[in-house]
């Protein structure tokens, strides 16, 4: 059985930075494209970021791009968000995503993805 647990969320001021974390089990994880969702209250789930199987290809919703860093540790079956320069429209629940693809040649929207976590929750103060 798939489990995919995020962590790293919280509470934090505008112009501050959080990392969040997302361990998966139950899947070959290097098999896996894997991605990050985001719903804010009262909107539909974004795309936010993605990375390719091994990491050498990375893809960013514009509104984040240059300030969020996907990255993973296949040895660890873990995958990272280090969101920078945080702002109060980066509030939204972010809920980290696999999808089981051949091809990576565009930002996944949430349709792409297989199997999701409970989501972690991030708020930005002004």
């Known amino acids: 059985q798939v489990q995919v647990l995020e962590s790293g969320g919280g509470l934090v001021q505008a112009g501050g930075s959080l990392r969040l974390s997302c361990t998966v089990s139950?899947?070959?994880?290097?098999?896996?494209?894997m991605g990050w969702v985001r719903q804010a209250p009262g909107k539909e789930r974004e795309g936010v970021s993605c990375?390719?199987?091994?990491?050498?290809?990375?893809e960013y919703a514009s509104s984040v791009k240059g300030r969020f860093t996907i990255s993973r540790d296949n040895a660890k079956n873990t995958l990272y968000l280090q969101m920078n320069s945080l702002q109060p429209e980066d509030t939204a629940m972010y809920y980290c995503?696999?999808?089981?693809?051949?091809?990576?040649?565009?930002?996944?929207?949430?349709?792409?993805?297989?199997?999701w976590g409970q989501g972690t929750q991030v708020t930005v103060s002004s």
């Open positions: 990375i390719s199987w091994r990491g050498s290809r990375t």
């Open positions: 995503a696999a999808a089981k693809r051949s091809i990576l040649s565009r930002l996944l929207v949430p349709a792409d993805f297989d199997y």
């Open positions: 139950g899947l070959t994880f290097d098999d896996y494209v």
